[in-house]
Nanobody, 117 residues
Framework: QVQLVESGGGLVQPGRSLRLSCVAS????????MNWYRQAPGKQRESVAT???????NYADSAKGRFTISRDNAKNTVYLEMNSLKPEDTAVYYC???????????WGQGTQVTVSS
């Protein structure tokens, strides 16, 4: 059974930082591209950051320069370091594991991030 479990969300003041973690089980983690998405109230889910199985990264324009995605294959974990948080970063953040060749796509349950003073 595949599980992606996010943690690290919470309430934070604007300008502060948070680090999200996502631990995967039931997959060969190193073979998957890992993604962070977010969904704000009333909005569609959007991609925030991607790290490929080879370690290449890509960011949404809104995340560039502030967020850093990384992975630790030994721990089956992907991270999202978020700095200089803004109220518009408030959303539920979801971890996603994708294997294009196998056509597999898995989601975590999400973790709430609220940026407010």
């Amino acid at each position: 059974q595949v599980q992606l479990v996010e943690s690290g969300g919470g309430l934070v003041q604007p300008g502060r930082s948070l680090r999200l973690s996502c631990v995967a089980s039931g997959i060969i983690f190193s073979g998957y591209d890992m993604n962070w998405y977010r969904q704000a109230p009333g909005k569609q889910r959007e991609s925030v950051a991607t790290i490929t199985r080879g370690g290449s990264t890509n960011y949404a324009d809104s995340a560039k320069g502030r967020f850093t995605i990384s992975r630790d294959n030994a721990k089956n974990t992907v991270y999202l370091e978020m700095n200089s948080l803004k109220p518009e970063d408030t959303a539920v953040y979801y971890c996603n594991a994708a294997h294009l060749r196998l056509g597999r796509n898995y989601w975590g349950q999400g973790t709430q991030v609220t940026v407010s003073s």
